[in-house]
């Protein structure tokens, strides 16, 4: 029956090659001189992520997303590829975003989300005996996200309780009433702590809880409500319970970030009367994966909740029950995801950022040494466990994008080579690992890229950029700004300065409440080391970041005189401005303390209030409707600098939340990016655009 299935999915997936073309965003064939990498390349790299492996082992489904510029939009399609080798074939059509791949159990279906035909995303089928792909699901709200049962006859689907306009036009759709007339939107009525999310927009009473999908019957049933929010189902062995993540332990959710794993039964028809509390540190607990023999529960757990963000996300167990809670990676200290039990129960495998890379680690239930079966100087992004202990992974490289690799427990193999005909094109740029020690001797470490054609000795024009979070790092994966920027000679510095995930919380926490010193200390750090190894320039810097790699670029050219050119994006400049603006107030409230009360803190850090300080010509850019770092950031430190007389311009981007997604924004971006250092930081007389 297995190899039946198999060769009806690889037979479904032969005519949906032949009746599809080539992604789109496929580059030409590589020339025989491999050229500079340009802005456009962005836009033929091919985002591979998503790896599930079949049931039997024998294929791996995955998504590929490809920007089209032409378009000016981005598709998401599924491909499988054979573990055993060969072409990827695709599973879904083009024209239309799929995503979300889910195998059931017992190998017949394929599922995935979809928003064909449909205007939400919805939950599709494809069968093993073949055929087109069918819509499973009706939800009026649209399913953010699904789980199948393991007796592969149910899902657990995740839904935001819809707006009653859309329960209404739900009721009417089979009436044979005309389409209503378009109305004008009702006022928004808030009264939430938490009331702005970005990409969402003003939040209501809405919450998102769990539903059980009948596959035979189609009947959806609610197992969980409230005024809360709950997330991250997983099924328990036996197909009778649901392990979730919600705040359910606290009478307003919104007034911290706790968050605990609960268990529900899967046929509680009382929407949620009856939760069982598995775990209670006051930390945010995510993440559930049940053991195969139903007694555990494996999950991230924030055991410093004071520390917030900055408190590293440790990976421990409990009985499923409830009981006492295990911390297994204490002496790790790193940050954690993903954790899922191997196929014997005996350990437990999940992601570990480290060093400025993630590695695939495991760990045994009962403690001791963490192991690491993929590892070195790469990220791993995601992966799928086999039933005969291989395991589907995407991985990243310094030198190339995230592919698919199969882990047989001796050998990485990489099965899909995706962007391998436009790497093959390409000359890229040398990069080093490098560590530094910082002003008050602390060290630091950090990406340095070096200028295609670089000759040692020679010092050549040098651009920092600070990354966003600040909790974060910049990992072994392949980096298209900091190429093009070496394909146009710079040397690019991409440190990972205090304040960064991957060396510890002492390390992360230095900054909590004291942006702007010690993570500026280790930023310039990286820059006097590239000084000392006569890489770069002194009379020829620059200095940019997003988010809050905006916000040190701000730090940085209100202390220093040293850059010639800043570009700052998305970045906040005036603290007490984004309180209530942002979608940040528990942050602020718990590492600042409230405006009134501590207002001196917040002036203190703010950037705005050294803005006298700035005289490098300073390009501002921002999305529109980001609420996350709102506009309002922009608009202030351009409004300063405008009236200062000071070299600025300020470019906002309509439509775009904190991440920009529409193509041709991104490619403005860019070019903006290369002019503005080219004429600030070079010396070119051709004036930015």
């Given at each position: 029956m297995k190899i039946r299935r198999c060769i009806a999915f690889a037979c479904l997936a032969l005519v949906l090659r032949l009746s599809a073309p080539a992604q789109e965003s496929a580059p030409k064939p590589a020339s025989a001189t491999p050229r500079n990498i340009m802005i456009d390349d962005f836009f033929q790299i091919c985002d591979v992520s998503q790896p599930e492996m079949s049931p039997d082992g024998q294929w791996v489904v995955y998504s590929v997303r490809t920007r089209m510029l032409k378009d000016d939009k981005n598709e998401q399609r599924l491909w499988m590829v054979s573990t055993h080798g060969g072409d990827p074939i695709p599973m879904t059509v083009?024209?239309?975003?799929?995503?979300?791949?889910?195998?059931?159990?017992?190998?017949?279906?394929?599922?995935?989300?979809?928003?064909?035909?449909?205007?939400?995303s919805q939950v599709w089928l494809l069968n093993h005996l073949g055929g087109e792909a069918?819509?499973?699901?009706?939800?009026?709200?649209?399913?953010?996200?699904?789980?199948?049962?393991?007796?592969?006859?149910?899902?657990?689907?995740?839904?935001?309780?819809?707006?009653?306009?859309?329960?209404?036009?739900?009721?009417?759709?089979?009436?044979?009433?005309?389409?209503?007339?378009?109305?004008?939107?009702?006022?928004?009525?808030?009264?939430?702590?938490?009331?702005?999310?970005?990409?969402?927009?003003?939040?209501?009473?809405?919450?998102?809880?769990?539903?059980?999908?009948?596959?035979?019957?189609?009947?959806?049933?609610?197992?969980?409500?409230?005024?809360?929010?709950?997330?991250?189902?997983?099924?328990?062995?036996?197909?009778?319970?649901?392990?979730?993540?919600?705040?359910?332990?606290?009478?307003?959710?919104?007034?911290?970030?706790?968050?605990?794993?609960?268990?529900?039964?899967?046929?509680?028809?009382?929407?949620?009367?009856?939760?069982?509390?598995?775990?209670?540190?006051?930390?945010?607990?995510?993440?559930?994966?049940?053991?195969?023999?139903?007694?555990?529960?494996?999950?991230?757990?924030?055991?410093?909740?004071?520390?917030?963000?900055?408190?590293?996300h440790h990976l421990a167990i409990a009985p499923s029950t409830g009981g006492e809670e295990k911390v297994l990676t204490l002496a790790l200290?790193?940050?954690?995801?993903?954790?899922?039990?191997?196929?014997?129960?005996?350990?437990?495998?999940?992601?570990?950022?480290?060093?400025?890379?993630?590695?695939?680690?495991?760990?045994?239930?009962?403690?001791?040494?963490?192991?690491?079966?993929?590892?070195?100087?790469?990220?791993?992004?995601?992966?799928?466990?086999?039933?005969?202990?291989?395991?589907?992974?995407?991985?990243?490289?310094?030198?190339?994008?995230?592919?698919?690799?199969?882990?047989?427990?001796?050998?990485?193999?990489?099965?899909?080579?995706?962007?391998?005909?436009?790497?093959?094109?390409?000359?890229?740029?040398?990069?080093?690992?490098?560590?530094?020690?910082?002003?008050?001797?602390?060290?630091?470490?950090?990406?340095?890229?070096?200028?295609?054609?670089?000759?040692?000795?020679?010092?050549?024009?040098?651009?920092?950029?600070?990354?966003?979070?600040?909790?974060?790092?910049?990992?072994a994966s392949f980096y298209h700004l900091a190429q093009l920027y070496a394909a146009n000679g710079y040397a690019v510095l991409l440190p990972n300065p205090r304040g960064s995930s991957g060396y510890g919380q002492k390390f992360c926490e230095a900054i909590f409440a004291d942006w702007g010193n010690k993570d500026y200390q280790d930023d310039m750090a990286m820059v006097d080391y590239a000084l000392e190894q006569g890489i770069a320039d002194p009379d020829k810097l620059g200095v940019g970041g997003w988010s809050y790699g905006g916000i040190s670029t701000n730090f940085l050219i209100t202390q220093t005189t040293r850059f010639k050119a800043a570009i700052t994006g998305a970045s906040e400049v005036l603290y007490v401005a984004n309180y209530g603006h942002d979608h940040y107030q528990k942050l602020w409230e718990l590492e600042l303390g409230l405006p009134w009360e501590n207002r001196a803190l917040y002036e203190r850090m703010s950037p705005f209030n050294k803005v006298t300080n700035i005289t490098t010509p300073t390009l501002i850019m921002g999305g529109e409707i980001d609420w996350n770092v709102p506009i309002i950031n922009s608009e202030q430190l351009y409004q300063a600098l405008k009236r200062l007389g000071r070299t600025t311009e300020l470019v906002v981007y309509p439509g775009e939340y904190h991440g920009f997604t529409t193509p041709s924004h991104i490619k403005d971006r860019l070019e903006r990016y290369l002019a503005w250092y080219a004429h600030y930081v070079k010396g070119d007389r051709t004036p930015p655009r």
């Open positions: 083009e024209g239309v975003s799929s995503s979300h791949p889910r195998w059931s159990p017992d190998g017949k279906y394929l599922a995935f989300l979809s928003s064909r035909n449909a205007g939400k069918v819509r499973l699901t009706e939800a009026v709200q649209g399913v953010s996200d699904f789980e199948w049962s393991p007796d592969s006859t149910r899902l657990v689907l995740v839904l935001q309780d819809p707006k009653p306009e859309d329960a209404e036009a739900a009721k009417d759709k089979d009436k044979d009433k005309p389409a209503p007339k378009p109305k004008t939107p009702p006022p928004f009525v808030i009264d939430r702590l938490q009331f702005k999310e970005d990409t969402v927009g003003y939040l209501d009473r809405r919450r998102t809880h769990l539903y059980v999908f009948d596959v035979a019957s189609k009947k959806v049933t609610q197992i969980t409500s409230g005024d809360y929010d709950d997330n991250e189902p997983a099924w328990s062995p036996d197909s009778k319970s649901l392990a979730f993540t919600s705040n359910h332990s606290t009478p307003d959710p919104d007034r911290n970030f706790n968050s605990d794993i609960w268990v529900v039964a899967a046929d509680n028809t009382d929407k949620g009367a009856h939760l069982a509390q598995v775990t209670t540190n006051l930390g945010a607990d995510r993440s559930p994966a049940w053991s195969p023999d139903g007694k555990w529960i494996a999950f991230v757990s924030q055991t410093d909740f004071k520390a917030i963000d900055y408190a590293t200290d790193r940050n954690v995801r993903r954790p899922r039990f191997s196929v014997d129960g005996r350990s437990i495998y999940f992601i570990a950022e480290d060093d400025g890379t993630q590695n695939l680690c495991r760990v045994a239930v009962a403690g001791g040494e963490i192991m690491r079966p993929i590892a070195g100087r790469l990220t791993v992004s995601s992966y799928s466990l086999g039933s005969e202990g291989t395991i589907a992974a995407q991985i990243g490289m310094l030198d190339r994008p995230d592919e698919i690799y199969l882990w047989n427990g001796n050998d990485l193999t990489r099965l899909t080579k995706t962007n391998d005909a436009l790497i093959a094109q390409l000359r890229l740029a040398q990069l080093d690992y490098v560590h530094f020690k910082s002003k008050d001797g602390t060290p630091a470490a950090g990406y340095l890229y070096k200028p295609v054609d670089y000759t040692p000795g020679q010092k050549v024009p040098t651009l920092l950029n600070p990354h966003g979070g600040p909790v974060g790092q910049y990992s």
